[in-house]
């Protein structure tokens, strides 16, 4: 069953088709699986091997072109007609002589496109250099053109039906989130976290359950805490630690994100110092956004905000999320930073990350929102503070539990 009426995914082709227009692209190689996801319906772990979607201008349906082993899928998840579903031949993976570039030039010839204007999304994780390069050799006739991020700024205004998703991504959020922080006690291992985590991203909840994220829960703890992007290890949370954890309730693919920072303990003076900033900054943002705004300027309300106190952040605010697989996520268009034009317009989506990293601690705090008619709203309803758990789990007659 499809997650969206066809005329919905009709709706995001033609709008595609105009911006292939604008840049006078004929055809577009779609090989983002979020892209292809966006527009096909298309859902599975295969973007491990070449596939792609091909958009041609006068064409009503778009043609999926991957692995033999996966084209049932492709007729089970899409709203494509069965002969636009063309599968390549096994020997074609991760072959040193043959490649998949090379069955989908011979196709392209073979429908009459090869020597069109044909677009690419020349910087993207899932369209390699030598695929570029075969698809050239295949194609000597074609104009190739960069199609690069054409269809994710379609994707960057929701439908109320990808909010609706979005809104059970967050409920899933804060079921995470909530029994993440509950396991974060001295004695137990970062690991455990991340299995709490995992386990109730994907039980969701009672109504509805969630599916995998993009990206895998960050949990650096201790003076880790000043390295973003960090994992967990086996290490055991200790008295005194600070432990930021950032993850993401995930429906239908559509992402929400959320960060905390917790304390195992009494919190140092340097993260009672610098929580109420952040806190204070985060509020002023979230008062201050609505429609009409650049993302330019939300991010000014935010580093001057913190100016006053005397801190300043080098990297981006936030950026816009919503559908996408690994590894990430964002959506790779609007970014809340300095200079960045993109106006804000009711149903965009963003994670708001207003985090700062000092040389051996930091602290992350996030919310995820979207633009309403006269404001913005998040998606999760969260304690916005520095959250504090006691060192050791107590028993009904208030002694340790070890």
């Not at 599968?87 to 429908?111: A, C, K, N, R």
């Not at 929580?275 to 650049?294: A, C, S, W």
């Not at 994670?351 to 040389?359: M, Q, R, S, T, V």
Request: net charge negative; charged share 25%; aromatic share 12%.
């Amino acid at each position: 069953m499809l997650p969206f009426d066809i005329l919905e995914y009709q709706k995001r082709l033609k709008e595609t088709k105009k911006r292939m227009a604008d840049k006078g692209i004929e055809v577009l190689l779609v090989t983002d699986p979020a892209n292809m996801n966006y527009l096909s319906g298309y859902d599975a772990w295969s973007f491990y091997v070449h596939q792609m979607l091909i958009i041609i201008d006068e064409e009503p349906q778009p043609i999926w072109i991957g692995r033999y082993l996966d084209a049932n899928g492709a007729k089970e998840t899409t709203w494509i007609y069965e002969e636009n579903v063309i599968p390549y031949p096994d020997y074609y993976v991760q072959s040193t002589t043959l490649h998949p570039m090379d069955f989908i030039g011979d196709i392209l010839t073979e429908i009459g496109h090869g020597n069109r204007s044909i677009g690419v999304e020349m910087d993207n994780y899932y369209f390699s250099a030598k695929a570029y390069e075969r698809l050239k050799t295949k194609l000597p006739n074609a104009t190739f053109k960069d199609g690069d991020l054409l269809v994710n700024y379609v994707r960057l205004i929701k439908s109320d039906q990808e909010i609706e998703y979005m809104k059970r991504a967050a409920k899933i959020a804060e079921q995470a989130m909530y029994k993440g922080i509950e396991s974060i006690q001295a004695g137990n291992r970062e690991c455990d976290t991340a299995a709490q985590i995992y386990y109730h991203m994907l039980s969701g909840t009672e109504e509805y359950g969630g599916d995998y994220p993009a990206i895998v829960p960050l949990l650096p703890s201790g003076e880790r805490t000043s390295i973003p992007h960090l994992t967990w290890t086996d290490r055991k949370f200790q008295e005194g630690d600070a432990v930021i954890i950032e993850l993401a309730g995930c429906y239908k693919r559509y992402h929400v994100p959320i960060a905390r920072t917790v304390t195992i303990g009494n919190p140092s003076d340097r993260l009672q110092q610098i929580t109420p900033i952040v806190v204070d900054g985060i509020n002023e943002v979230l008062h201050q956004t609505k429609p009409g705004m650049t993302c330019g300027e939300v991010e000014r309300i935010w580093r001057e905000s913190i100016k006053k106190r005397g801190y300043e952040k080098e990297a981006r605010l936030g950026y816009s999320i919503g559908l996408n697989y690994p590894p990430d996520w964002g959506e790779h268009t609007a970014s809340l930073r300095k200079d960045d034009d993109t106006v804000l317009k009711p149903n965009m989506t963003f994670h708001f990350i207003p985090a700062l990293w000092f040389d051996n601690y930091g602290i992350e705090i996030s919310e995820s929102f979207r633009i309403t008619e006269n404001g913005c709203e998040t998606f999760t309803n969260y304690p916005r503070d520095l959250i504090i758990q006691p060192p050791f789990r107590m028993n009904k007659q208030g002694g340790k539990i070890s």
